[in-house]
């Protein structure tokens, strides 16, 4: 039985409150690779919006129709990244097809989107809170547009840092994460607003 949210809230709870990359910490190997620059922070995080959206919702309809019915449960983990996979390998053809430039500039990152712990965490966040359809596509493109924001904000603080006078032993990672640290204190200050469970 789905919990009793409506997907609006669901959506808005996904974006800022329990925001999957900075309240769960989901994702952040090309969250911290990918943010030092603004265009690639954008493209990755669009990437991994519609991503997420999409295969949160295949992933739903597969549980729902497939595993649940045939009793195939201790297979979820592994059907849920075949799906990921599947998602993922159509859009880098889209995206190398759309705009070769921004293709080249994820790199490695795109195929990566595969493993991306955030994706697979979000699918079984669904399966396990038992989210129905509106909701699963709700706290999908949710997660992702939280996840999208949170880099494109670290990308603009970043780019504000390195002009910035820093002292040496904190300059490149060290401020990443300290700052990476301010801004999960500062969506953690929303989630007495509202909260996803």
Avoid: H
Avoid at 29 to 34: A, Q, W, Y
Avoid at 35 to 51: E, F, P, Q, R
Avoid at 109 to 115: E, R
Avoid at 131 to 158: C, H, P
Wanted: a positive charge; hydrophobic letters at 60%.
């Amino acid at each position: 039985m789905s919990p009793d949210i409506s997907p609006l809230s669901l959506l808005v709870a996904s974006v800022f409150t329990s925001n999957i990359l900075l309240s769960n910490f989901l994702g952040m190997c090309s969250f911290i690779s990918i943010s030092k620059d603004m265009k690639s922070s954008s493209g990755l995080g669009l990437a991994v919006t519609v991503v997420m959206g999409i295969t949160m919702t295949v992933s739903w309809a597969v549980l729902k129709l497939v595993i649940e019915p045939l009793g195939l449960e201790y297979l979820s983990f592994i059907i849920f990244i075949i799906v990921i996979a599947a998602i993922v390998q159509i859009l880098e053809m889209v995206i190398d097809r759309v705009s070769p430039a921004l293709y080249l500039s994820l790199g490695i990152f795109l195929p990566l989107i595969t493993v991306n712990c955030a994706i697979l965490g979000a699918i079984l966040f669904m399966q396990i809170r038992s989210y129905s359809l509106w909701q699963t596509v709700a706290f999908g493109f949710g997660s992702g547009a939280g996840w999208w924001l949170a880099i494109v904000l670290l990308a603009a603080i970043r780019k504000k840092v390195d002009v910035a006078p820093v002292p040496a032993g904190l300059k490149g990672p060290g401020i990443t994460l300290i700052t990476i640290g301010f801004m999960a204190m500062a969506f953690i200050g929303f989630s007495g607003m509202m909260s996803v469970q």
